[in-house]
């Protein structure tokens, strides 16, 4: 079982920028694909971003493509996204979540996810 927990999120402007960031104990999360992953009030979750096993696959949704980054950083053992020129449509709990191990690709749906943190609120104003 991977226990993942998420952090960063908070309360923003518009046009600000929040990094999110995923982490593991006992787990190394270079050695999974990961993604990351929202639902807003009222709606289902979505696909947001996603890592491939070897980090040289980053599909994102149309969405977050020249707004969000997704990334490693494999000193601290963290799965991070970078999120700037928020708008008040990224409101939204954003959750991070594991591939199970071995399957190296990114995946950009829910059902290709086994383990899921619990989420991190991130609200932007307008």
């Known amino acids: 079982q991977v226990q993942l927990v998420e952090s960063g999120g908070g309360l923003v402007q518009a046009g600000g920028s929040l990094r999110l960031s995923c982490t593991a104990s006992?787990?190394?999360?270079?050695?999974?694909?990961m993604g990351w992953f929202r639902q807003a009030p009222g709606k289902e979750r979505e696909f947001v971003a996603a890592?491939?096993?070897?980090?040289?696959?980053?599909p994102y949704a149309d969405s977050a493509k020249g707004r969000f980054t997704i990334s490693r950083d494999n000193a601290k053992n963290t799965l991070d996204l970078q999120m700037n020129s928020l708008r008040p449509e990224d409101t939204a709990v954003y959750f991070c979540?594991?591939?199970?191990?071995?399957?190296?690709?990114?995946?950009?749906?829910?059902?290709?996810?086994?383990?899921w943190g619990q989420g991190t609120q991130v609200t932007v104003s307008s």
């Open positions: 890592i491939s096993q070897g980090g040289n696959t980053t």
């Open positions: 006992g787990r190394t999360l270079s050695t999974y694909a």
């Open positions: 979540a594991v591939r199970p191990f071995g399957l190296t690709g990114a995946g950009t749906t829910q059902s290709q996810y086994d383990y």
